[in-house]
């Protein structure tokens, strides 16, 4: 199922349930209801704002559905999230086998998602017009737990040819790096529903290992789909769309339901991730080899948009 990514980004909001659904309510003056979305079709609640208030029981309702409830501070990054206990009927198995996964496994799992990735970028990089060979040409690099660490090696260059030579990524920066933070966050939490749906536990990676990090895996799982943020935010950037604005925001929430290509044809972003969550539970239950990931290209809406610009 694809659900709603919903964004509350205003202040003086209060969300609360009522007989099925999320209401956002006004809390000022006569404190007037501004709108429903059943709670059945949200997939994650991104909340945007700093005078929000919420009820204990609509986060329960999002937990028992599976759905983020994600926390941002003032630069668009998701700072927290509240995920539910329980994910899938086979859950401790899953991570059971999870834990078990040897190093080998990790490090052969690790190199598929940052050629994946990489093989993304070059993709991306072609859409623009600029040079796709210096990424294309270290995909077919990549080692069994990239040793030589290509995945930053193409950071360095894939940055400089898609924005040019004076931009430097920057999480705390304003324009373009704010826009890419905004998408990431969406990007994270579709990433986190697709862990925990799959049965796995989101702080044991594949690679990611930072003590202070509870979302490894997440931030694992999602970097073959990063260049899909990168890309609108190019494209928003040539239509002198720099900032984040609630046009801008509306863009790239759209990018997970983008169809991309895959082995089983057009499939939504959102689809992909959940597809690729649970192609990692079937390796370590040993159900499977590889993971499925997404075929190189850009989604099909948006290279359609760029043809046509």
């Known amino acids: 199922m694809i659900g709603r990514i919903v964004e509350v980004a205003d202040d003086r909001r209060h969300l609360f349930m009522h007989r099925g659904f999320m209401v956002v309510q006004d809390t000022e003056g006569e404190r007037m209801e501004l709108g429903q979305v059943p709670l059945d079709d949200i997939a994650a609640v991104v909340a945007n704002a700093h005078g929000l ?4 029981n609509l986060l ?6 599976g759905a983020p409830f994600v926390l941002c501070t003032a630069n668009h990054n998701a700072v927290g999230m509240l ?14 086998a999870q834990i078990a996964a040897s190093l080998p496994t990790h490090k052969r799992l690790w190199a598929t998602v940052v050629r994946s990735k990489l093989e993304q970028q070059a993709a991306a990089l072609e859409a623009t017009g600029a040079p796709s060979a210096p990424l294309a040409a270290l995909a077919v690099k990549v080692k069994s737990g990239d040793p030589e660490n290509l995945e930053a090696q193409g950071a360095q260059r894939y940055w400089r ?5 004076q931009f430097r990524r920057d999480q705390n920066g304003d324009g373009l790096n704010a826009m890419l933070n905004y998408g990431y966050t969406v990007l994270r939490a579709t ?5 925990i749906a799959a049965g796995l536990h989101p702080s044991i990676g594949l690679h990611h290992s930072h003590d202070n990090n509870a979302m490894r895996l997440v931030d694992d799982l999602m970097e073959p789909f990063r260049p899909i943020v990168d890309l609108k935010v190019w494209q928003l950037q040539s239509h ?4 984040v604005t609630p046009d801008t925001k509306r863009a790239l929430v759209r990018t997970m ?10 499939t939504p972003v959102m689809v992909c991730m959940q597809k690729l969550a649970t192609s990692l539970a079937q390796v370590y239950l040993g159900e499977r080899d590889k993971l499925d990931l997404p075929l190189p290209g850009l989604p099909l809406a948006l290279a359609a948009a760029l043809q046509n610009e």
Not at 161 to 165: C, E
């Open 257 to 266: 339901y983008d169809d991309m290509q895959t082995d089983a044809g057009a």
């Open 191 to 195: 990433a986190a529903r697709s862990v």
């Open 53 to 56: 208030s919420y009820t204990n």
């Open 60 to 65: 329960v309702a999002l937990a028992e559905r």
């Open 240 to 243: 002198r769309e720099e900032h």
């Open 83 to 96: 995920l539910p206990i329980e994910g899938n009927f086979e859950q401790a198995k899953r991570i059971e």
């Open 161 to 165: 040819l898609l924005f040019g030579d």
